[in-house]
């Protein structure tokens, strides 16, 4: 049986000049039984065209979506904010949700998810949450710096259980979340940590980097296996 095909948004220099994706994510991939195919940005027109030659969709992550996109105003100091990413990463976000396609969305992909869905956004977590944990860790990308609280019944708890350690590599998070969708972990401060939709369709967004934690942690790992599986399963 053919490998499970994962659509993987790409990330834009900053000249516009270039598209990148970190390494990471398809070593993920791959190890999880998938076939990458990476996803460059286009006319937003013709985003839902890629999902023809797609079994499931990773969202990756990168810089700050554009503020009128959640009908907000920008309030703080905003990283590499790039319309035209965030113009098609939606358009293809709603017609894969559309289309019942399995979906991963990691660090800024939560986001997108949420802002896809209707939800928004903190903006800044410093800034908007007083006596929220530092989630821009200093560390190696690989370390583990919080803890998070799994909710019981969600896709989530069947992999991870109630508890993990993860990486935390963002200043921005879910604030309110987008119709279908529910919270599946929380970190110690009651910042959402991880999202999934509400139907029969595996669509999970994690606000950490598993791709760079799925060689130290099993967990990390079956979050991508499952991932796969369902997108195995939507190209029969």
Same mark, same amino acid.
């Given at each position: ?19 990148? *994706?970190?390494?990471?994510? #398809? ?7 998938? *076939?990458?195919?990476?996803? %460059? ?17 990773? #969202? ?12 907000? $105003? ?7 904010? #790039? ?10 976000? $709603? &017609? !894969? ?32 949450? %007083?006596?929220?944990?530092? /989630?821009?860790? !200093?560390?190696? $990308? ?13 896709? *989530? ?6 508890? &993990?350690?993860?990486?935390? *590599? /963002? /200043? ?9 969708? $529910?919270?599946?972990?929380?970190? %110690?401060?009651? #910042?959402?940590? !991880? ?13 950490? /980097? %598993? ?19 369902? !997108? ?5």
């Amino acid at each position: 049986m053919a490998a499970p095909r994962i659509g993987v948004t790409c990330d834009l220099e900053r000249d516009r000049e270039r598209v990148f *994706l970190r390494a990471a994510y #398809l070593q993920a991939i791959t190890a999880a039984g998938g *076939l990458p195919v990476l996803l %460059p940005p286009v006319n937003p027109e013709l985003a839902a065209g890629y999902l023809a030659i797609i079994d499931g969709l990773l #969202l990756t992550g990168g810089g700050d979506i554009e503020p009128s996109f959640f009908n907000a $105003r920008p309030e703080a100091t905003l990283y590499k904010v #790039l319309p035209e990413r965030d113009v098609f990463e939606l358009a293809l976000t $709603r &017609a !894969a949700l559309a289309a019942g396609m399995p979906i991963l969305a990691i660090c800024r992909g939560i986001q997108v998810l949420n802002v896809a869905a209707g939800g928004d956004l903190y903006q800044d977590i410093k800034s908007e949450v %007083p006596g929220a944990l530092e /989630h821009n860790q !200093a560390g190696p $990308r690989e370390q583990p710096c919080h803890d998070m609280k799994v909710i019981p019944g969600t896709r *989530l708890a069947g992999i991870f259980g109630p508890t &993990a350690r993860v990486n935390s *590599l /963002h /200043h921005q998070a879910v604030r309110r979340v987008g119709k279908g969708l $529910r919270v599946s972990a929380v970190a %110690p401060d009651g #910042l959402i940590e !991880a999202l999934e939709g509400e139907g029969e369709v595996a669509v999970i967004g994690v606000q950490w /980097h %598993p791709e760079d934690l799925f060689c130290y942690d099993r967990r990390q790992k079956e979050l991508f296996e499952n991932f796969v599986e369902q !997108a195995r399963g939507n190209n029969i």
